[in-house]
Protein backbone atom coordinates (compact mmCIF):
# COMPACT_ATOMS: atom_id res chain seq x y z
CA UNK A 1 0.00 0.00 0.00
CA UNK A 2 1.12 3.44 -0.71
CA UNK A 3 1.64 5.72 2.04
CA UNK A 4 1.40 9.31 2.40
CA UNK A 5 2.40 11.93 4.43
CA UNK A 6 -0.37 13.59 6.57
CA UNK A 7 0.90 17.44 5.54
CA UNK A 8 0.21 16.31 1.54
CA UNK A 9 -3.32 14.62 1.78
CA UNK A 10 -5.84 17.87 1.93
CA UNK A 11 -3.37 19.01 -1.81
CA UNK A 12 -4.02 15.34 -2.95
CA UNK A 13 -7.01 15.40 -2.30
CA UNK A 14 -8.19 18.45 -3.72
CA UNK A 15 -6.13 17.49 -7.07
CA UNK A 16 -8.39 14.19 -7.28
CA UNK A 17 -11.77 16.12 -6.42
CA UNK A 18 -10.49 18.50 -9.55
CA UNK A 19 -9.54 15.31 -11.64
CA UNK A 20 -12.81 13.35 -11.25
CA UNK A 21 -14.92 16.85 -11.45
CA UNK A 22 -13.05 17.53 -15.06
CA UNK A 23 -13.81 13.61 -16.23
CA UNK A 24 -17.47 14.03 -14.94
CA UNK A 25 -17.83 17.37 -17.48
CA UNK A 26 -16.30 15.30 -20.13
CA UNK A 27 -18.32 12.06 -19.97
CA UNK A 28 -21.42 14.26 -19.61
CA UNK A 29 -20.64 15.98 -22.85
CA UNK A 30 -20.64 12.56 -24.38
CA UNK A 31 -24.08 11.48 -23.00
CA UNK A 32 -26.59 9.80 -25.67
CA UNK A 33 -23.94 10.27 -28.21
CA UNK A 34 -23.65 7.28 -30.80
CA UNK A 35 -20.19 5.56 -29.87
CA UNK A 36 -17.65 7.48 -31.78
CA UNK A 37 -13.99 8.15 -31.90
CA UNK A 38 -13.64 9.73 -28.48
CA UNK A 39 -16.14 7.71 -26.56
CA UNK A 40 -14.48 4.49 -27.61
CA UNK A 41 -11.32 5.73 -25.91
Known sequence: ???????YSPILLEALEDMMYKLSLQLND???E???K????
Request: charged share 35%.
Open 1 to 7: MLSIDTK
Open 30 to 32: MKG
Open 34 to 36: PMG
Open 38 to 41: TRKR
